[in-house]
């Protein structure tokens, strides 16, 4: 009952930073737990950052912890991963989701999903 929208994503250099943005619709967001996952060509879809409701608690990948952070705005229905010091292992297409029931690593928990954004992180 929600529709999932990324925007963002783009092509930056080693050591830049993006702003990935999901837009959600059709129901207000603090009604999921949300999170963000990518997929690499030929790898898994991967966990990369999570948030609660109201956006108090929050989870990272080790991958990504100290370089990424995930925030919410539920008044305006909008969920951000801000990408800092990016590298090239950070190449993948980035998928917000929506959960209906908890937070979690585990993408089947997950039932909405956006399209992806494509980020690229050139050396």
């Known amino acids: 009952q929600v529709q999932l929208v990324e925007s963002g994503g783009g092509l930056v250099q080693s050591g830049g930073s993006l702003r990935l943005s999901c837009a959600a619709s059709?129901?207000?967001?603090?009604?999921?737990?949300m999170g963000w996952f990518r997929q690499a060509p030929g790898k898994d879809r991967e966990f990369v950052a999570a948030?609660?409701?109201?956006?108090?608690?929050?989870f990272y990948a080790d991958s990504v912890r100290g370089r990424f952070t995930i925030s919410r705005d539920n008044a305006k229905n909008t969920m951000y991963l801000q990408m800092n010091s990016l590298k090239p292992e950070d190449t993948a297409v980035y998928y917000c989701?929506?959960?209906?029931?908890?937070?979690?690593?585990?993408?089947?928990?997950?039932?909405?999903w956006g399209q992806g954004t494509q980020v690229t992180v050139s050396s």
């Open positions: 059709g129901r207000t967001s603090s009604t999921y737990a």
């Open positions: 948030a609660n409701r109201s956006g108090g608690s929050t």
């Open positions: 989701a929506a959960s209906s029931w908890a937070v979690s690593s585990t993408d089947r928990v997950y039932n909405y």
